[in-house]
């Protein structure tokens, strides 16, 4: 076959579907159905919906598209439901904490009964006796072997450190 006889029977085939189309009856399947939609159209056209009250997303083109939604068989009348995760609680911030001890045990000195405990920060040397300040931060409180209390200053927070006993 030519192209030219191919053409002619392809518009010859779509002529007569659409006059086959415009002068078919209708199905009374589809004259059913427009008597029940019908009703429900005008029914839901008159009345205002509200907004959902419930927070969920609604995504329609208009106001006029979201009054004329229909429900039929329990299906559901928003097709964009979004069901959103609920906002998370909001988290107590924590109370600041100190931050850990600076300081390394070096060594202990008895001397003419009085204890002295060596640390060091880095490169600076301390020799620590109960009631001192350090670096007017740390209050050391007990010197009780085998371990030091000290008080973290700007936050009142007690901490240890390990000088081990006395021998």
């Known amino acids: 076959m030519e192209n030219k006889t191919k053409k002619y029977i392809l518009y010859g085939s779509a002529v007569i579907t659409v006059i086959a189309a415009i002068f078919a009856p209708e199905e009374e399947g589809a004259q059913q159905a427009a008597q029940v939609i019908e009703p429900v159209v005008k029914r839901q056209a008159v009345k205002e919906q ?34 959103k995760p609920p906002p998370p609680k909001p988290r107590k ?43 007017g931060e740390y209050h050391v409180d007990v010197i009780n072997p085998p371990l030091m209390e000290m008080t973290y200053m700007p936050l009142k927070e007690k901490q240890s450190l390990n000088i081990g006993a006395i021998k």
């Open 50 to 83: 509200p907004e959902p009250a419930d927070g969920r997303v609604t995504l329609t083109l208009s106001r006029q598209l979201q009054m004329n939604r229909i429900t039929l068989n329990g299906e559901p009348s928003d097709l964009f439901y979004v069901d």
């Open 93 to 135: 911030p924590e109370p600041p904490r100190a931050p850990p001890l600076p300081f390394t045990y070096m060594g202990k000195m008895i001397e003419n009964g009085q204890l002295t405990i060596f640390l060091t920060r880095g490169d600076k040397p301390y020799d620590v006796h109960a009631g001192d300040v350090l670096d």
